[in-house]
């Protein structure tokens, strides 16, 4: 047998693919749990053509959907039509690279300025499926054919950049979402609402946060709203004069903006913090005078260079499970970091039933520590955050998952009673499975597999949509 290392040599999985296909009945090994009804949709950048030094945050998005029926599997692909995706389709070359819409030097006249490209997140809300990235509105997305229907700004109450990270409140329905470079490209304006549970905008807020920084993700609690601010900052000046336009700058040290959920913009409450950064929260919670957050942290951002334009030290641009604890009592202004775990990982997850409540079970994707290779997860972890203990189930050498999700076995089941789905990459084969585990046992590995022929590329999100 080949050596899985050697294998996969030259592979690549965040190389795009260039088809879109359909494909029914899907081998399965195991048994796929009955009760499993609906589809896992992913999203994640697939450029549409190449374009050399391009980040891989700006590829155009592509949705991938398993879905489950019966015991029964299928599959189907397709591209988000996006403004800027339809342009380049028709000049059949790229027009854009980098943040900022910067357009490339040789490319042809066009009329589309909008480069959005819908390749973060997939959510369902209001009866709608929303494709997301964090500096445009929602596109919304046909559940059954995966057709891209357009822009969706809820009868004119969204007023542009739209979260990737929005949070729904599993009481209220609500759906919590934000945006930032809300005063214009690379700028400190951001903004702040809820859509209800019908998809109706019932506040929206706008402040400005004490610099331009990339802020990927927020934090919701029953009561509150938390902005991280952290120091990978934009600049237009950067991105005029050819430099990154994001870049690491610890000197403006980390920010954090409290505000009641009820409250107003203008009675924020800012904490302060070393320099670290955060691209996922896993959950946060109250009790008594204190918010506490579990996150993803790293003491240095990670896949964008200092402001000097050298790169980020790997040893402190790793993802650990870290626990931020803000006292609303008035005493400090700081908010203390202490690291839960050393397990190198991202892409946290829970029961989504618990989001801004307490919650007891989390998972997340992280190393194999026996061959790791960067931006790769060889293993899924499980917390259980009452026992004190973590399980982890290692993939084969090479093989590589994307980002757990969660799927309770009914609306009434016990919190982490239920599934645990990833799509996961086989080196060895080139090509992608879907993984099914018991949410709490993970190490004993999947109870099912569902087999693709062709690979899945790494991507961002995902989450499951139930057919009824």
Known sequence: ????????????????????????????????????????????????????????????????????AEGRASYRNRWVRTPKFLAEHDAGRAIFSGFGGRRLPDAPPSPVTDTGVANTNIVWHAGRLLALEEAHLPTEIDRRTLATLGYQDFGGGLPGAFTAHPKVDPVTGEMIFFGYNASGPFSA????????????????????APYASMVHDFIVTERHILFPILPLTGSMERARTGRPAYAWEPEKGSHIGVMRRGGAASDMVWFRGEAVYVFHVMNAWEEGDLIIA???????????????????????????LCRWTFDMSGRTDRFDSRYLDDLDGEFPRIDDRRAGLAHRHGWIACANPAFERIGMFGAIAHFDRLAGRRTVHVLPVGDATSEPVFVP?????AEGDGWLLAVVWRAAENRSDLAVFEATDISAGPIATVELGHRVPFGFHGNWVPAT
């Open 1 to 68: 047998m080949a050596d899985p290392a050697e294998a996969m040599a030259g592979l690549s999985n965040f190389d795009p693919i260039h088809i879109e296909c359909d494909v029914e009945d899907l081998r399965i090994n195991g048994a796929l749990p009955r009760e499993l009804n609906g589809s896992l949709i992913r999203n994640g950048p697939n450029p549409q053509f190449d374009t050399p030094g391009a980040h891989w945050f700006v590829g155009d998005g592509m949705l991938h959907a398993f879905t489950l």
């Open 294 to 320: 579990d996150v993803m942290q790293t003491e240095e951002a990670p896949l964008f260079p200092h402001a000097d334009g050298s790169p980020p030290d790997p040893a402190k641009a790793r993802a650990r």
């Open 409 to 413: 076995r009914g609306p009434d089941a």
């Open 189 to 208: 304006g951001m903004t702040c609402g809820t859509l209800d549970a019908a998809g109706i905008v019932t506040r929206l807020d706008r402040f400005d």
